[in-house]
């Protein structure tokens, strides 16, 4: 077992292999570390993360070494049978790479007793591994832009069942009618790390749903329309405006990441201006160019990204809003945001705040997993709450700070690991070095950075599934990182050299296109 640093929050603990990291996961899970926050266990990895004020690295570094992690995973672990009707259409391709028959790698298929090891891709997906040594199986070479809600796949020792319609490069070798992911259940993933699984032939199965009918087994809640005194209508936008909070942590068990707002300074900036909980929902607008009606009188805010603030009043009368600092908004005002001038991300907050469908206690729309309030387009309405609930007072005073515009330079911290053994001593140097540019392929999942001399690998290979923390390098095969932001995925398969921290995010959430970075080591 060894302990890698992943961040300045989290640790990964590199286990031999993957029934090590199972139960290295329901020792820790038993132990009730304080401090530690979360678990994601991958294929034969645990990260661990923590909260500094409460447990240091080190101390919770000496428990992970010592915990003994000897009992069965399988103790007391519930099981859930997943009826399978075997028609998929790489049926018949896994039976040659195996050597078998089709109804040999069904029969056995059916026979092997499967175990959830870990949680990711989307929420409620399992990586299921059997008891069975004959499944190793590839991936496809291309993989499908769309697999159904429902498919049964293969991809190297692992089974698992899509949760929701999405790309994907599974052998699909059938299908099932059980329901992967139901916000409305509790709990909504119907598989966590643990569960026993056991496949059977469905004798009956419905048919195939439709596009239509296959989006309701995971579809976010629709925005929140509704006519009352107080709402916001959505004119126009250049990118969708997502509903925002402090997101859903804890949850990896469920294969759900904390997504949530991606500039916490903004966010609580804004709130603190019009009264409201630090913790209050708002508006993330991404690039300006929004135009928003407001009903109802109203006090806002907008932190985040400095740019023209206008108002134009039903009579075509225009103002211009103060940045940072609350300011009323009378019945029928249309609020322009202009595209920004310093940083990329503008927050919007209203007292009283907004009111949308929770899912697992959050407002937060989560992008790469599809969970909560949809984007916000043009014609879209957000409802919002009464300006009485607000529990303080306006706070007039803008708190200053500095954003960067594209063309600048800006130094983020970082700490090394976990895998920075994986690249030469030329690719450690060039990390913190060189500059990296912010390109233009970049959204709420990570920014793609480009530099002049990619980070080269000394370790080839794939590496298993496992981890990866808000902030994470990551670095694919071209040598051009991938700085991850709050709709990461769980785990990733390709090495993470470092990650910034904490007091870094909320900086790097703000990096438009064109923007120069440079990383020194903490």
Do not use: C
């Not at 999405?166 to 409305?184: C, F, H, K, N, Y």
């Not at 945001?337 to 729309?365: D, F, N």
């Not at 001593?425 to 920014?447: H, K, N, P, S, Y």
């Not at 370790?459 to 071209?478: H, N």
Request: charged share 20%.
């Amino acid at each position: 077992m060894r302990i890698l640093r992943a961040s300045d929050r989290a640790l990964l603990v590199d286990t031999a292999d993957l029934d090590e990291a199972m139960r290295l996961t329901r020792a820790l899970t038993a132990a009730a570390v304080p401090g530690l926050l979360e678990l994601v266990p991958g294929a034969r990895t645990v990260l661990v993360r923590f909260e500094p004020r409460r447990v240091s690295a080190e101390a919770l570094s000496e428990i992970v070494g010592t915990i003994d992690a000897s009992a069965d995973v399988s103790a007391d672990a519930a099981l859930v049978e997943i009826p399978v009707h075997y028609d998929g259409d790489d049926l018949a391709d896994v039976a040659d790479v195996l050597g078998i028959s089709v109804e040999d790698v069904i029969a056995r298929h059916l026979a092997a007793s499967w175990t959830v090891a870990f949680a990711g891709f989307a929420p409620g997906f399992g990586y299921l591994i059997g008891d069975d040594p004959l499944f190793d199986v590839p991936r496809r070479a291309t993989p499908r832009m769309r697999v159904p809600a429902g498919a049964v796949g293969l991809a190297g020792r692992f089974s698992g069942v899509y949760p929701r319609e999405s790309p994907g490069g599974w052998q699909l070798i059938g299908r099932t009618d059980a329901v992967m992911w139901d916000t409305e259940r509790e709990p909504p993933a119907l598989l966590a790390p643990g569960t026993q699984v056991r496949f059977v032939r469905a004798a009956r199965l419905a048919a195939p749903a439709s596009p239509q009918d296959a989006s309701l087994i995971a579809r976010p809640p629709q925005p929140h329309r509704d006519d009352s005194q107080r709402r916001i209508d959505i004119l126009s936008a250049l990118f969708p405006i997502l509903i925002q909070d402090l997101g859903r942590p804890g949850n990896a068990a469920l294969g759900v990441s904390a997504s949530g707002i991606a500039d916490r300074t903004a966010m609580r900036a804004a709130n603190r201006a019009v009264g409201n909980a630090p913790d209050a929902a708002v508006l993330e607008i991404t690039a300006g160019g929004a135009a928003l009606k407001l009903t109802g009188a109203l006090v806002v805010a907008v932190a985040g990204a400095v740019g023209e603030l206008v108002l134009t009043d039903r009579h075509g009368e225009e103002r211009p809003a103060p940045h940072g600092a609350p300011f009323a908004v009378f019945d029928g005002d249309v609020l322009q945001v202009g595209a920004p001038e310093r940083g990329l991300r503008s927050v919007l907050a209203v007292r009283g705040g907004i009111r949308s469908r929770p899912v697992l206690g959050s407002l937060a729309t989560d992008t790469l997993a599809g969970l909560g309030p949809e984007p916000l387009r043009a014609g879209d309405a957000v409802a919002l709450g009464d300006p009485r609930s607000a529990p303080h007072l306006v706070d007039p005073v803008a708190l200053p700070r500095d954003l960067p515009a594209p063309g600048e330079t800006v130094t983020l911290e970082i700490t090394l690991g976990p895998r920075d053994d994986w690249f030469t001593a030329d690719a450690l140097e060039a990390l913190t070095g060189q500059e990296w540019e912010v390109t233009a392929r970049g959204d709420r999942v990570g920014i793609r950075l480009a530099g002049a001399e990619p980070l080269q690998r000394s370790v080839q290979g794939e590496l298993p599934s496992e981890g990866a923390v808000t902030g994470a390098l990551q670095v694919p095969p071209d040598g051009q990182p991938v700085l991850f932001l709050p709709d990461h995925p769980l785990t990733g398969g390709y090495p993470i050299i470092g990650a910034v921290t904490a007091e870094g995010l909320d900086l790097a959430a703000q990096l438009p296109p064109g923007v120069r970075v440079r990383f020194a080591v903490r």
